[in-house]
Nanobody
Framework: QVQLVESGGGLVQARGSLRLSCAAS?????????VGWFRQAPGKEREFVVA????????TYADSVKGRFTISRDNAKNTVYLQMNSLKPEDTAVYYC???????????????????WGQGTQVTVSS
């Protein structure tokens, strides 16, 4: 069983930055493990944000965050990071970290490919 714990959320002004962390426990990740970030705003469906493969060599970004968000991982710490810059009010949401074991040409945006989910961390961007 894998447990994921997100941290780093908070309130920030537009154009500000936040760094989210996703710490995994329960087992050590290997080359089949991919980690993604999803978000859900009030009244909206959960949407894909970004994902990364085990080695960090492949990433997939949603168009809405390209150039502003950067995902990275430290496998020695079993932790994935999401650096969010130039935040906009529309980035306000609960951000969830998710992990899934699969082998694909690049990390998938499909939420059903991710088996383990964290509890989420709130990100609020004020205008």
């Amino acid at each position: 069983q894998v447990q994921l714990v997100e941290s780093g959320g908070g309130l920030v002004q537009a154009r500000g930055s936040l760094r989210l962390s996703c710490a995994a426990s329960g087992r050590t990740f290997d080359r089949y493990d991919n980690v993604g970030w999803f978000r859900q705003a009030p009244g909206k469906e959960r949407e894909f944000v970004v994902a990364i493969n085990w080695s960090g060599s492949m990433t997939t970004y949603a168009d809405s965050v390209k150039g502003r968000f950067t995902i990275s991982r430290d496998n020695a710490k079993n932790t994935v990071y999401l650096q969010m810059n130039s935040l906009k009010p529309e980035d306000t949401a609960v951000y969830y970290c998710a992990a899934g074991r699969y082998v694909l040409p690049r990390p998938t945006t499909t939420s059903t490919a991710y088996t383990y989910w964290g509890q989420g961390t709130q990100v609020t961007v004020s205008s």
